[in-house]
């Protein structure tokens, strides 16, 4: 106990971690959602056929976060979420992370097999989800990821799924969709809500690792919605702008660099649930978009699309739609743009241009940007995990306040260094001027269309079907759209292995971006070995071209 009288100097508040320039950014989705109350009439979220305002999404998550409350969901509660990009989605996610929750979301584009794995490894306790979107039934796929679920009554025991206790369907109501309870008092979900820090985890977002299993990575508060708030300010987004983005909200690339964005900024998202290139022209047109932010090859599609040229695209000022710029915000290096080096890790970009939407003042082809605030980087020997010169190629190791705070089941001395750093598994350099120049990846992970995509997981579920001894994957060049998945079939003996099949098999195991695009088949007497008994991979995509 201190004596009476004795004076306690002030000493100043340390922000460890967190440097002076991130401070006055948003911190939390509670305080995201203060900040927008004076935008409550503007738009937020916007679609072909749907138009949500900052005030009604405050106000519809505000209630379904009570009726949670009122079913016990709060802090750390790992809450499935299985949405398109439509409103739903944005309120249901905001329910959650208003009140503590930790927020699963769920790729629409997962067969059964895949939900299964993200629902049990991720340890989900409840789930909210829509019966359909277009012509997919997404209650027909839930019953085929958990077997005994379309049995069920509403208090779920799935052997499948230990945890997982309801399952609540928005606009269906088969045997198995629990009721949501009526909500608890607006004040006491407020109180909840003041409860919620940057510290708290506020996702676990899935992608694709090294290995057969996919990564199940958890960003707390702080390191999203400052990151979104700092990309936003560095775009110079205001409640003027309107981003257009295809974007899946459940990757960490539409939660951050859209709905996060369009949050922290006050700008409008506008969004489709699956990428259409007239109907993102229309989009675009009809909802004068300032910036549009989608994949090279989305992009593409847009501008080669036979209505582009009579579309009045003069509200674009920045953004992947190249052809739409002004001429003098267009790249003066062919179509040379520069772009951001990130990963979900990361909760997106570590590394970016001042303003990501537009070209350098200097182009600089083969750069990736700079380190962005709050982020540092280091170069490491890959063999002995030595730090070298920057300028020297090696592996990228990254520290900072964007960081995730842990991989799901995994001990913190398996991800990180004792001093913090993360191996990011890419191959990197940095020039004179801090501008990063990419290396390609140390593992043989195929980036196509925007998604990462592991070589083991595609093997694994071949290696399955029937007929198959053994499977090779990897990347092919593919243009705009990065690679496509290519995968090299040995036969087992006798057996005769058709393409079409092959193909349907994996479509049934995998989400559709990870099926191969490109099939060779082999008996195990042609597959080409090495001196030293490897197989020659090298060799093997000769076999492609």
């Known amino acids: 106990m201190l004596a009476q009288g004795v004076h306690i100097p002030e000493l100043p508040l340390r922000r460890s971690g967190i440097p002076s320039s991130l401070a006055h950014l948003p911190a939390s989705i509670p305080a995201a959602l203060h900040a927008r109350a004076r935008d409550s009439s503007n738009d937020f979220l916007v679609g072909p056929d749907f138009r949500l305002s900052f005030g009604e999404a405050d106000e519809q998550s505000l209630e379904l976060a009570g009726r949670l409350l009122a079913l016990g969901v709060g802090k750390g509660t790992r809450l499935g979420l299985l949405f398109p990009n439509r409103p739903s989605w944005v309120v249901a996610w905001l329910a959650a992370a208003r009140i503590g929750a930790l927020t699963v979301p769920l790729s629409t584009f997962s067969p059964g097999a895949e939900l299964t794995h993200a629902i049990r490894h991720a340890d989900v306790h409840g789930l909210l989800l829509t019966a359909s979107f277009g012509d997919v039934d997404l209650s027909m796929r839930l019953e085929q990821a958990l077997p005994g679920l379309d049995r069920s009554d509403p208090e779920l025991e799935l052997e499948c799924s230990p945890f997982l206790r309801w399952a609540h369907v928005n606009d269906a109501s088969p045997r198995w969709s629990a009721r949501l309870h009526r909500s608890v008092r607006r004040a006491v979900v407020l109180d909840a809500q003041r409860e919620v820090c940057p510290a708290d985890a506020l996702a676990l977002i899935s992608t694709s690792g090294a290995t057969a299993a996919p990564k199940a990575v958890i960003h707390t508060h702080g390191s999203l919605v400052r990151h979104a708030a700092l990309l936003g300010e560095r775009s110079g987004l205001t409640s003027q702008d309107r981003i257009y ?3 899946p909200f459940f990757w960490v690339g539409g939660m951050t660099m859209v709905v996060l964005t369009a949050l922290t900024s006050g700008a409008a998202a506008v969004v489709q ?30 501008a080669d699309h036979p209505s582009f040229p009579e579309r009045d695209l003069s509200t674009v000022r920045g953004g992947s739609l190249l052809k739409a710029l002004p001429p003098e915000l267009r790249p003066s290096v062919g179509d040379f743009v520069s772009t951001p080096l990130g990963m979900t890790e990361t909760g997106g970009p570590h590394t970016s241009t001042d303003d990501p939407h537009l070209p350098p003042p200097e182009p600089r082809p083969g750069t990736f940007g700079r380190p962005i605030p709050g982020m540092e980087h280091r170069v490491v020997d890959p063999e002995t995990g030595v730090e070298i010169a920057r300028s ?55 980036k196509s269309g925007g998604s990462n995509i592991a070589p083991a997981e595609v093997e694994a579920v071949l290696r399955e079907i029937p007929g ?43 989400s559709s971006y990870k099926v191969p695009r490109h099939f060779r088949l082999l008996v195990e007497g042609d597959l080409p070995i090495m001196s030293t008994g490897k197989v020659d991979l090298s060799a093997l995509r000769a076999l492609f071209g």
């Open 245 to 247: 983005s295809p974007l």
């Open 273 to 302: 649930e699956r990428f259409e290139p007239g109907e993102a022209l229309d989009l675009v047109e009809r909802e004068r978009v300032t910036q549009v932010a989608c994949w090279p090859n989305a992009a593409r599609a847009m």
């Open 392 to 446: 020297d190629e090696g592996e990228l190791l990254v520290r900072g306040a964007f960081l995730m705070s842990e991989l799901y089941k995994q001990e913190r001395h398996d991800t990180f260094t004792p001093d913090g750093w993360y191996a990011t598994g890419d191959f990197g350099s940095f020039d004179c001027d801090g501008f990063l120049r990419f290396g390609g990846r140390m593992t043989a992970m195929i």
């Open 468 to 510: 198959v001894r053994d499977a090779y994957v990897f990347g092919v060049p593919a243009g705009d759209r990065g690679d496509d998945v290519a995968a090299v079939i040995v036969q087992e003996d006798d057996a005769s292995v058709e393409i079409i099949e092959l193909e349907s098999s994996a479509r049934e195991r995998l």
